[in-house]
């Protein structure tokens, strides 16, 4: 594909059940980016994986949030011990490395819908 | 905390008219600056980025940008109903990588 992909789409869950959100970023795209998009909001930094470098996890909102990159290409995004107020788009977003390369390309989404 | 800050809005202007979106941002050691269009439901697409002082210009849409100010905007000229969407600003910090987010300013024009 052309463009970054996010699976599900939708995902509606129990309050205290875990969730995965997937991103496949853009191949060849070194960094990838999860942000939070609350209704109404705008975007949240969550976390930066670039390359083989230790990701930036500032924008981890809780330990119940944790985000892995397996091979540099696809990124896996859990919630453990879901509560309402995680309820929000998970937007993931890809980018190339380089001198001109800072545009971020973003996937279509994840609605969470936490119960 | 580096902040981007946007006025929210709701912005109203008439088909054909010029809108006018603004921006300003804490971190002096900004170097990068881009305005992405958010239609409802939908995720942010880039439509300008920025790095010099003055104005950059593609097509009907008019990038300024003042360093000095730390202020950043974004006019759409002869502004049609499909541009009407959120509008977010964003910068990259003195870190080069980390893109932090205004909250967007919602355009509706009105045909």
């Known amino acids: 594909g052309a463009g970054v992909s996010q699976s599900p789409s939708n995902k509606v869950t129990e309050k205290g059940k875990d969730v995965e959100l997937r991103c496949d970023p853009i191949?060849?795209?070194?960094?990838l980016y999860w942000y939070r998009q609350s209704l109404g909001q705008g975007l949240e930094f969550l976390i930066y994986f670039q390359g083989n470098s230790a990701p930036d996890k500032s924008g981890l909102p809780s330990d119940r949030f944790s985000a892995e990159r397996t091979g540099g290409s696809v990124s896996t995004l859990t919630i453990q011990r879901t509560q309402q107020e995680d309820s929000a788009v998970y937007l993931c977003a890809s980018r190339a490395s380089g001198a001109g390369t800072d545009t971020q390309y973003f996937g279509p989404g994840t609605r969470l819908t936490v119960l | 905390q580096k902040e981007v800050e946007q006025n929210s809005g709701p912005l109203s202007v008439p088909e054909g008219a010029i809108a006018s979106l603004n921006c300003t941002y804490s971190?002096?050691?900004?170097?990068?600056f881009f305005w992405y269009r958010q239609y409802s439901g939908k995720s942010p697409e880039l439509i300008m980025s920025?790095?010099?002082?003055g104005d950059k210009e593609d097509g009907r849409f008019t990038a300024q940008l003042n360093k000095a100010s730390q202020y950043v905007s974004l006019l759409i000229r002869d502004s049609q109903p499909s541009d009407s969407a959120t509008y977010l600003c964003a910068v990259f910090g003195s870190s080069n990588y980390k893109l932090t987010f205004g909250k967007g300013t919602l355009l509706t024009v009105n045909p």
């Open positions: 971190d002096r050691g900004s170097q990068s």
């Open positions: 191949s060849g795209h070194t960094a």
């Open positions: 920025i790095y010099s002082n």
